[in-house]
């Protein structure tokens, strides 16, 4: 992406995310820029773009996919998105209730192609979890 491009892309960015207000709204379907395989959510809001996805196999976690709403100067979306803003973000999804966690996965399976976060929401509380008794 070029100056130029990267430029018109914050704008229409800009633009748009006036639309949004703070807190994440759900998206109707109807209105998704396109259909991802498992994808069955869609939420935005001013700040942040969520992509709720079901792999549709027995035990598997809830993903979502979070990134901000901006652009930065290499083109890419918006890094840093703070722990505060994770849990946040999970809860206005709907999944307050719920534990989830973040990955790190081993060195050969690293895919870095986005400033994208993703939490997998898992239906029964983590047995390692801290617990606020």
């Given at each position: 992406?070029?100056?130029?491009?990267?430029?018109?892309?914050?704008?229409?960015?800009?633009?748009?995310?006036?639309?949004?207000?703070?807190?994440?709204?759900?998206?109707?379907e109807s209105e998704w820029?396109?259909?991802?395989?498992?994808?069955?959510?869609?939420?935005?809001?001013?700040?942040?773009?969520?992509?709720?996805?079901?792999?549709?196999?027995?035990?598997?976690?809830?993903?979502?996919?979070?990134?901000?709403?901006?652009?930065?100067?290499?083109?890419?979306?918006?890094?840093?998105?703070?722990?505060?803003?994770?849990?946040?973000?999970?809860?206005?999804?709907?999944?307050?209730?719920?534990?989830?966690?973040?990955?790190?996965?081993?060195?050969?399976?690293?895919?870095?192609?986005?400033?994208?976060?993703?939490?997998?929401?898992?239906?029964?509380?983590?047995?390692?979890?801290?617990?606020?008794?």
């Amino acid at each position: 992406m070029n100056r130029h491009e990267r430029r018109a892309a914050n704008q229409h960015l800009k633009k748009e995310n006036k639309t949004y207000p703070d807190q994440l709204i759900s998206v109707p379907e109807s209105e998704w820029p396109r259909r991802e395989p498992g994808m069955i959510a869609l939420y935005r809001s001013s700040r942040f773009l969520v992509q709720v996805y079901e792999d549709g196999e027995l035990d598997t976690p809830i993903r979502l996919s979070i990134c901000r709403t901006a652009i930065n100067d290499r083109g890419q979306w918006q890094e840093n998105i703070a722990w505060e803003e994770l849990q946040e973000i999970k809860n206005q999804c709907g999944y307050e209730h719920f534990d989830a966690v973040e990955v790190y996965p081993r060195q050969k399976d690293v895919v870095n192609v986005a400033n994208m976060r993703h939490l997998w929401v898992f239906d029964e509380p983590l047995r390692f979890a801290w617990r606020n008794v």
